[in-house]
């Protein structure tokens, strides 16, 4: 059964959900962010379904390399790696990743998300 969780962003759809998996996806307005954040544990892999987004992501020399994602790229993001996503038009993305819901630690946040 999926459940729909609105954000200040937009909404994820998570239409997945087991002791080792999730399953999402989520919709990003045009112009809007997600937190600057990362992830202890969760290990995701991300999936333009429609649309294009501006992902923010820490490389291995740990910068933050800015890239467009259009329909049909994907991208891991691996624990530990700063990551924001950005809407550059309504974009909805698959997100595949561990059962680690909780796990967001926010570093920006133009929502005031941030502790």
């Known amino acids: 059964m999926s459940r729909r969780v609105d954000k200040p962003w937009g909404y994820e759809l998570i239409w997945a959900e087991t002791p080792g998996y ?3 996806i989520l919709h990003i307005g045009k112009g809007q ?3 600057l954040q990362y992830h202890r544990v969760k290990d995701e892999t991300i999936f333009v379904q429609s649309g294009s ?3 923010e992501l820490e490389n291995e020399k740990g910068e933050i390399e800015k890239m467009t994602l259009a329909a049909g790229e994907s991208r891991r993001i691996l624990p530990g790696r700063r990551h924001r ?3 550059d038009t309504d974009v909805d993305v698959l997100e595949a990743s561990t059962n680690h819901l909780d796990d967001v630690v926010r570093l920006e946040d133009r929502y005031g998300r941030v502790p």
Do not use: E, N, P
């Open 53 to 55: 987004l501006i992902l």
């Open 22 to 24: 999730v399953g999402k």
């Open 85 to 87: 996503m950005t809407g």
């Open 33 to 35: 962010s997600l937190s």
